[in-house]
């Protein structure tokens, strides 16, 4: 079996942020574990493809693309790792297979929720364009959680050709705990970017309310809603944000912490919820937000910024359950990279079928 890996470029190098990029280099490492497999990976530069002077449009980009796979005749099948790549599968007569990690064609009114607040999280049209346009031309789609396959069904693509296969954490967070926690200190800690979904006003809220009893410690690029959010805390003395979480330093990072949240509006998958639990730290997310399923499985479920002030509260003052912290270990450690790519190495053989 001859492989294809399409990605964009720097995809496939480590310690470059989160997302795709994590997932595109990890499957493509453990692909190449795999014996009897030829997995040939293409970085794609999609400014130099259409070279100098050449209008940046979608039209330009998938002309490109489409004089790019006729290089691609000699594989079995192409495998595609960002929704953005995706070209015309009528021009190509082998099997095209894109990995989606979510579909966001749903708006989220908060309204119909529980706690009737007035919050509507809206997702921008020229994802779902390009996601409708394009990956939906694919013959087959991997699909990151259930919860993506299902609103990728909802858009009109068949039940039948799309394979769900998860992500997973890197082998490192399997290692035995690295420190002692300070009895005298409770950290509570946050990883990931601050884009309006993200919903980091829900974790402000609730160290507000907290009062300065425990330690907030929150890291992420500073990007997005970053200035604004820093405006908003500084008169949380408890509160700190720490920049970039370099991914050498993971590990280290999630064992200083004694509970982990996050409040995201929307996840594809959700991977800072399996890692921190593979260290044996208590998540708390915001129950009405769309996570999938598969992650959500072993979290504490916040109504609103007071009820996460309290889920916190009794764990600082009662401790994990360790029966609970057991159970949880032990199921997001179940989520490996080796597991994706031999999952995805089935998918591969059912598709060539």
């Keep these: 079996m001859k492989v294809a890996l399409l990605g964009l470029e720097k995809d496939f190098k480590q310690n470059i942020g989160r997302g795709p990029a994590v997932y595109s280099y990890n499957l493509y490492k453990n692909l190449l574990q795999i014996k009897g497999q030829n997995i040939i990976k293409f970085e794609t530069n999609i400014p130099n493809l259409l070279g100098k002077g050449n ?22 099948l192409i495998h595609t790792l960002y929704f953005n790549l995706v070209f015309a599968p009528f021009k190509f007569r082998k099997p095209i297979i894109t990995t989606v990690y979510d579909s966001r064609e749903m708006c989220i009114n908060i309204n119909e ?3 009737n607040k007035e919050f509507k999280f809206i997702i921008y049209k020229k994802i779902v364009f390009s996601i409708g346009m ?6 087959y789609l991997i699909s990151i959680s259930s919860q993506t396959k299902e609103e990728l069904v909802k858009l009109g693509y068949p039940k039948n050709q799309i394979f769900v296969v998860n992500l997973g954490i890197d082998r490192r967070f399997l290692a035995v705990f690295s420190e002692v926690k300070n009895i005298n200190k409770f950290n509570v800690g946050y990883i ?10 829900f974790i ?34 408890t509160v700190k944000f720490l920049g970039f979480a370099p991914e050498d330093k993971l590990v280290d990072i999630y064992d200083s912490f004694d509970a982990f949240v996050f409040p995201s509006l929307y996840e594809g998958f959700g991977i800072p919820i399996i890692e921190a639990q593979s ?5 708390i997310i915001y129950k009405y937000g769309k996570i999938p399923k598969e992650v959500r499985k072993y979290c504490f479920e916040a109504e609103s ?34 597991k994706t790519a031999k999952e995805t190495l ?8």
């Design 55 to 76: 209008s940046f449009t979608w039209n330009a980009i998938m002309f490109a693309l489409d004089n790019l796979i006729r290089n691609f005749e000699q594989f079995d």
């Design 113 to 115: 929720f529980k706690n």
């Design 134 to 139: 394009r990956t939906l031309k694919s013959d």
């Design 192 to 201: 990931g970017s601050f884009a309006t979904n993200k919903n980091i006003d």
């Design 204 to 237: 402000l809220n609730s160290a507000k309310i907290l009062n300065n009893k425990v330690n907030f410690f929150i890291w992420g690029a500073k990007t997005y809603d970053y200035q604004r959010l820093l405006e908003k805390s500084k008169n949380l003395k």
């Design 279 to 283: 260290r044996g730290i208590p998540v």
């Design 305 to 338: 910024p007071e009820h996460m002030a309290q889920i916190i509260e009794n764990i600082k003052v009662n401790g994990y359950n360790e029966k609970l912290r057991k159970e949880a270990m032990n199921y997001a450690r179940s989520f490996t990279w080796e």
């Design 346 to 353: 089935e998918v591969y053989k059912k598709v060539l079928k």
